[in-house]
């Protein structure tokens, strides 16, 4: 079975594609997906130890964010239904999710997994719309394929207690990878742009001064106009971020003295949802689907 369930070195779900590749799954964590091997090669950054303490948030995989990237003013979400506390990258990294495997797709596909994410109760409290979540994780020899859709869910009759608005649903999404590198010396970035914007002063800033800084821990949003390029010259490989609008927005992320560097797609930037820049709205009933692909480079 290509889909089966471990014990070590921590409980998981591994999904094997016929030529080695494989991916590690924890649904009940957020849906994290916690490992890519590709060629012989573990190409993700996990804190195990960190990750066996609840209490601590994640530092490794790839967690979800959902339905806010980064954080907004005061942690409280405006609506026309009133205010409501959504904190930083949403909920969508902490909930318990639904996995199953997928069929392949295609000559070269070596198919993935599944998972799924629906509102409760407690999504609700924070976020008032029946939504769904799902993320598809394809594997491809030398590549990672990732498909989101959302759904606003149509709005559901009074017997199921739900108070979903017939008004539009905001979100933004993201993806936060924890790419695993030699060391951060080590590491050079293609296909940003000249200018991006600091998120520690809120500020913009120019991009080649922000890559000087990576040994001393950064956080700046770019929009590229095409792949951007992990370089690790310790390792001899690369990585490459291919986006497609409007999941085309690019965060890179140091944690210094952590050996990874996060290269995140995001659909907007942080707040949003307040400010309106690029902020993503579904009718009751309509869908929208994001894609995105991690490429290995092995030609150094």
Not at 100 to 110: H, K, S, T, V
Not at 132 to 154: D, K, M, Q, W
Not at 216 to 222: P, W
């Amino acid at each position: 079975m290509p889909l089966s369930q471990r014990t070590e070195p921590y409980p998981h779900w591994e999904f094997t594609a016929p030529w080695g590749d494989r991916l590690r799954i924890v649904p009940e964590r957020g849906g994290l997906v916690t490992g890519w091997q590709c060629g012989g090669r573990e190409r993700l950054y996990f804190d195990a130890e960190r990750f066996a303490d609840p209490a601590a948030s994640v530092r490794g995989g790839i967690p979800v964010l959902f339905p806010i990237c980064g954080n907004l003013p005061g942690d409280r979400l405006e609506l026309p239904q009133g205010a409501f506390v959504l904190r930083q990258h949403g909920f969508a990294r902490d909930l318990p999710w639904q996995l199953e495997p997928l069929e392949p797709g295609g000559a070269g596909d070596g198919a993935g997994i599944r998972l799924r994410l629906e509102d409760s109760p407690a999504t609700r409290a924070s976020f008032p719309f029946a939504f769904r979540l799902e993320l598809e994780y394809r594997l491809e020899p030398g590549a990672l394929a990732i498909t989101a859709r959302i759904s606003h869910r149509p709005e559901p009759g009074p017997a199921d207690g739900v108070t979903t608005p017939a008004s539009a649903m905001p979100f933004s999404f993201g993806l936060h990878p924890y790419l695993a590198v030699s060391a951060l010396e080590a590491v050079e970035l293609e296909g940003l742009p000249d200018t991006c914007f600091d998120h520690h002063p809120m500020a913009p800033a120019a991009t080649a001064s922000q890559l000087e800084r990576l040994l001393q821990g950064v956080d700046l949003l770019s929009a590229p106009r095409g792949p951007v390029r992990l370089w690790d010259r310790g390792a001899g490989s690369g990585l490459e971020l291919q986006t497609a609008a409007p999941f085309d927005l690019v965060v890179v992320w140091t944690d210094p003295p952590r050996p990874m560097l996060c290269l995140e797609p995001w659909t907007a930037p942080r707040g949003s949802l307040a400010t309106g820049e690029r902020r993503l709205e579904l009718a009751p009933g309509a869908s929208q689907v994001l894609h995105c692909r991690y490429r290995v480079l092995d030609d150094l």
